[in-house]
């Protein structure tokens, strides 16, 4: 079956990067895109990129341009996301999903992985 | 704040119905697909609802989802205490090049 299973839980010092994996299982990991959205404690669901395992390309929302990072080990079948400069409001948990690289539709998510900034 | 606009919170009591609105413009609802999630206290949100009214496998008929113009709707018909949740709409927005949430909207069986 289908699984997304993401890396632990991580506690940061503001101005640190953080590195989250989402190793995928039961399905050809290139043929998918994954997403990362993430959501702070109380708060709404907030979209931050996408990548193609297949190609490499990605696609970041405005406000993480220049601090995030998605790359990918075909071979593990494993995706990743760094987030640089963090700060206190980055604290959140972070998800990854899949979602068809043709129609575009969301379907299998990872567990969430909680990420704090704290000095 | 979202450029999607939901109500913040909606209730029925057991057996009954709810729709939930998410309201957007013509760069993001207008000309894309609307998707509806479900996010379960303390757990991932889960896809109710692709390309605006396709429910995928496994998710039951009582979920419906619709778009007209610029707005979509979710209904649940017989509401269940295991509706309980956060619900979320999400679309491709084409001026931001970014995918975008909405605000989300609490449902709560009475």
């Known amino acids: 079956q289908v699984q997304l299973v993401q890396s632990g839980a991580e506690v940061k010092k503001p101005g640190a990067s953080v590195k989250v994996s989402c190793k995928a299982s039961?399905?050809?990991?290139?043929?998918?895109?994954i997403n990362w959205v993430r959501q702070a404690t109380g708060q709404g669901l907030e979209w931050m990129g996408w990548?193609?395992?297949?190609?490499?390309?990605?696609g970041f929302a405005q406000k993480f341009q220049g601090r995030l990072t998605m790359t990918r080990d075909t071979s593990i079948s494993t995706a990743y996301m760094e987030l640089s400069s963090l700060r206190s409001e980055d604290t959140a948990v972070y998800y990854c999903?899949?979602?068809?690289?043709?129609?575009?539709?969301?379907?299998?998510w990872g567990q969430g992985t909680l990420v704090t900034v704290s000095s | 704040q979202s450029v999607l606009t939901q109500p913040p919170s909606v209730s029925a009591a057991p057996g009954q119905k709810v729709t939930i609105s998410c309201s957007g413009s013509?760069?993001?609802?207008?000309?894309?697909?609307v998707f509806w999630y479900q996010q379960l206290p303390g757990t991932a949100p889960k896809v109710l609802i692709n390309?605006?009214?396709q429910r995928p496998s496994g998710i039951p008929d009582r979920f419906s989802g619709s778009k007209s113009g610029t707005s979509a709707t979710l209904g649940i018909t017989g509401l269940q205490t295991g509706d309980e949740a956060d619900y979320y709409c999400?679309?491709?927005?084409?001026?931001?090049?970014?995918?975008?949430f909405g605000t989300g909207t609490k449902v709560t069986v009475l």
């Open positions: 390309d605006n009214d």
């Open positions: 999400g679309t491709w927005d084409s001026s931001l090049s970014a995918f975008v």
């Open positions: 990548m193609n395992p297949h190609s490499g390309n990605t």
């Open positions: 039961g399905y050809t990991f290139t043929s998918y895109d």
């Open positions: 013509s760069s993001n609802i207008g000309n894309n697909y």
């Open positions: 999903a899949r979602v068809d690289t043709g129609d575009k539709k969301w379907d299998y």
